[in-house]
């Protein structure tokens, strides 16, 4: 089955850039989208189709897919940007849909 | 709007079984497919499965294939999973999310239903 790595953490500065990796083969084949969620709610899509935003996301919120790696970019980061993000694909082999194992962003 | 309203926690025993239900409302719902998602306490995201729009043609996880049952009401616009032989280690929120029609991601998502499994 299709496996999606991300790192468990990243830290940031208020300001600052983060960037949260999602690895998998071939990753740059597959549409991936992006999930922020804060504690005790569901998740919110933040980007899809690798670097799209739905309407009422901020600009800040970007995306890109290259080779085995897609990559979620937080411009000028904001204390409320602080949550678990989650990369997510649909893996046509099986038919199913598969989650990375989340990364929780914490602004210093 | 749309709205997906899920039902209240439940406490349940080993080997039991439980059915949770997500009523949709604001749009059609013979069109969309809807999903399954759990999360157990303090980890990520677990796709469980999913259900066409007419209700006939589900696909499961291969982890809960044996024991997970989704079905849809039309006249009610509620879709329903049910997981039997609980176990300690499907103490979870379970979220009912919404396929984006023509995209393979989720636009909309129930509140959750907490279901803690305790002897």
């Known amino acids: 089955s299709y496996v999606l790595t991300q790192p468990p953490s990243v830290s940031v500065a208020p300001g600052q850039t983060a960037r949260i990796t999602c690895g998998g083969y071939?990753?740059?084949?597959?549409?991936v989208h992006w999930y922020q969620q804060k504690p005790g709610q569901a998740p919110v899509l933040v980007v899809y189709d690798d670097s799209d935003r739905p309407s009422g996301i901020p600009e800040r919120f970007s995306g890109s897919n290259s080779g085995n790696t897609a990559t979620l970019t937080i411009s000028r980061v904001e204390a409320g940007d602080e949550a678990d993000y989650y990369c997510q694909v649909w893996d046509s082999s099986s038919d199913h849909v598969v989650f990375g194992g989340g990364t929780k962003l914490t602004v210093l | 709007q749309v709205q997906l309203a899920q039902s209240g926690a439940e406490v349940k025993k080993p080997g039991a079984s439980v059915k949770v239900s997500c009523k949709a409302s604001g749009y059609t719902f013979t069109t969309y497919y809807m999903h399954w998602v759990r999360q157990a306490p303090g980890q990520g995201l677990e796709w469980m499965g999913k259900?066409?729009?007419?209700?006939?043609?589900?696909t499961y996880a291969q982890k809960f294939q044996d024991r997970i049952t989704m079905t849809r009401d039309t006249s009610t616009s509620t879709v329903y999973m049910e997981l039997s032989s609980l176990r300690s280690e499907d103490t979870a929120v379970y979220f009912c999310?919404?396929?984006?029609?023509?995209?393979?991601?989720?636009?909309?998502w129930g509140q959750g239903t907490l279901v803690t499994v305790s002897s």
């Open positions: 999310a919404r396929k984006r029609d023509g995209y393979n991601l989720f636009d909309y």
């Open positions: 259900i066409n729009p007419s209700g006939d043609i589900t």
């Open positions: 071939n990753i740059r084949s597959k549409s």
